[in-house]
T-cell receptor, first 114, second 116 residues
């Protein structure tokens, strides 16, 4: 039973346009969410996070939106650049139990074309 | 460079071999993790160590044996593996979890394991 799902295995976007990556979760106990980016032959690197007390967090070109009622979060990248081409993983945790264990989605491969 | 180093980067082993994966972190963290990533699947947590003590074993077969001699080093000892154990094995570290704190994990580049 997968608690965190990224239903789009891949996404292709033109350079300069917006990339929107989506993530759904089922466990209402999750209260902290993260996005990681992974290039081939490298480990995942932390990108941005959001606590459930917020509905938006912004860091430069990256913005994460959280819709708790829909159990949905999304990562917006504006403007998209070719260097953003990577696999993006969302992860969720419950910061008040489960020892902060991260549950990951399957990943979405983003391709930004020049 | 994430501050988490894994060696070797690639490993090919037979089902009767014994090998070890090594992870070292230079971030001053007190929690370390092993994950497995199989093709097209989410990262699966295998083991968690907090202050050198194992706090989680996610129903991992005994042919995988972790060791954490100190807060900076983590090993995964492998023996009599199966071909289906072929995967990318990732190590991560973080500050030890405390309720309400952000738990950001920092990953190494992984060891790509092939079991023949």
């Amino acid at each position: 039973d997968q608690q965190v799902k990224q239903n789009s295995p891949s996404l292709s976007v033109q350079e300069g346009r917006i990339s929107i990556l989506n993530c759904d979760y089922t466990n209402s106990m999750f209260d902290y969410f993260l996005w990681y980016k992974k290039y081939p032959a490298e480990g995942p690197t932390f990108l941005i996070s959001i606590s459930s007390i917020k509905d938006k967090n912004e860091d430069g070109r990256f913005t994460v939106f959280l819709n708790k009622s829909a159990k949905h979060l999304s990562l917006h990248i504006v403007p998209s650049q070719p260097g953003d081409s990577a696999v993006y993983f969302c992860a969720a945790s419950s910061n008040y139990n489960q020892g902060g264990k991260l549950i990951f989605g399957q990943g979405t491969e983003l391709s930004v074309k020049p | 460079e994430t501050g988490v180093t894994q060696t070797p980067r690639h490993l090919v082993m037979g089902m009767t071999n014994k090998k070890s994966l090594k992870c070292e972190q230079h971030l001053g963290h007190n929690a370390m993790y092993w994950y497995k990533q199989s093709a097209k699947k989410p990262l699966e947590l295998m083991f968690v160590y907090n202050f050198k003590e194992q706090t989680e074993n996610n129903s991992v077969p005994s042919r995988f044996s972790p060791e954490c001699p100190n807060s900076s080093h983590l090993f995964l000892h492998l023996h009599t593996l199966q071909p289906e154990d072929s995967a990318l094995y990732l190590c991560a570290s973080s500050q030890v979890w405390t309720p309400g704190a952000k738990n950001i994990q920092y990953f190494g580049a992984g060891t790509r394991l092939s079991v023949l």
